[in-house]
C-alpha cells in the first residue's frame, strides 16, 4: 500500500515539474535546470 501512495505522490510531482508549475515548490531545481539549458 505505502508504495502505491509513494508512486502516485512522485507521479503527481513529476507532472506538476513538467508543466512548469513546481517552480515555487522546487525553486532551486528549476533555477539548476534553466541555467543549464
Not at 512548469?20 to 541555467?35: F, R, V
Request: glycine share 14%; charged share 15%; no cysteine.
Amino acid at each position: 500500500m505505502l508504495g502505491i501512495i509513494m508512486l502516485a505522490v512522485l507521479t503527481v510531482l513529476s507532472l506538476i515539474l513538467i508543466s512548469g508549475k513546481g517552480g515555487i515548490l522546487l525553486a532551486g531545481y528549476n533555477t539548476l535546470s534553466k541555467e543549464e539549458k
